[in-house]
């Protein structure tokens, strides 16, 4: 168990330009996470996906930002035209097991910085 | 999810024991109660959870209040890697689909040495 990654660590861009984010989760995970991070405040929920299925998306996720899941196992996010805004940590996590008892493990983000 | 409510900051002394509370007055039967925890510059990890009876683990104990209204967090002997904002998270086994974790502020827990 190698746990949550998620590459890069770092990212610095200017306003305007598109990123991608990856995730590779824990290998027999079937459920993977995406939140938001800033400043100051806890988490916040992005998107899920259950395999390759995307199940929800909060209405934090932009038309800008989009996610995928392909053969349910790696998930990429990618923010298109950044705005500062978005300079945030990205996190994902992956769990398994039933909601109520329901683990998430986490990776250690993504930090984003848009000039 | 149901709403909870922890201090916004606590501060304890390093080997000493430290409860940190959580109110859930809008807590349903079939809400669990989970704990997370994030250390600096790092993501959040599980640290226990419970329904109705009290839990241990080897990270700490976790005491509900009879009628599930409130929780505590016990760490036995904090320790300065125990530093970390110190989560507090209800999960509803009835959610449907509803799978995302609902994080408020936190409590940011620090430990002298």
Redesign the interface.
């Given at each position: 168990d190698t746990g949550?990654s998620q590459n890069p660590r770092h990212k610095i861009t200017k306003r305007g330009q598109n990123v991608t984010f990856r995730c590779d989760p824990i290998s027999e995970h079937n459920?993977l996470?995406w939140?938001r991070q800033t400043l100051?405040?806890?988490?916040?929920?992005l998107t899920?996906f259950?395999n390759e299925a995307q199940?929800?998306k909060?209405r934090l996720l932009s038309d800008r930002f989009s996610a995928e899941r392909p053969k349910g196992s790696f998930s990429t996010l990618e923010i298109q035209r950044t705005e500062q805004g978005d300079s945030a940590m990205y996190?994902c996590?992956s769990?398994l097991g039933?909601?109520?008892?329901?683990?998430?493990?986490?990776?250690?983000?993504t930090r984003l910085l848009v000039l | 999810d149901a709403k909870t409510t922890q201090p916004n900051s606590m501060e304890s002394n390093e080997e000493e024991p430290v409860h940190l509370p959580c109110n859930h007055s809008t807590i349903s039967g079939?809400?669990?109660i989970h704990w997370?925890r994030q250390l600096p510059s790092?993501?959040?990890?599980?640290v226990i959870?419970g329904?109705t009876s009290n839990v241990n683990n080897r990270m700490a104990s976790l005491a509900i209040a009879e009628d599930r209204k409130s929780s505590t967090l016990i760490l036995h002997r904090a320790t300065l890697r125990d530093a970390a904002?110190y989560?507090c998270i209800l999960?509803?086994?009835s959610?449907g689909?509803?799978?995302?974790?609902?994080?408020?502020?936190?409590t940011l827990l620090t430990v002298n040495p």
């Open positions: 949550v459920r996470y939140y100051g405040q806890g988490p916040e929920f899920y259950q199940l929800e909060s996190l996590a769990s039933p909601r109520g008892e329901e683990t998430q493990y986490f990776g250690p983000g | 079939t809400d669990y997370y790092q993501g959040p990890e599980y959870h329904l904002v989560y999960r509803d086994e959610g689909s509803n799978y995302k974790l609902t994080f408020g502020k936190g």
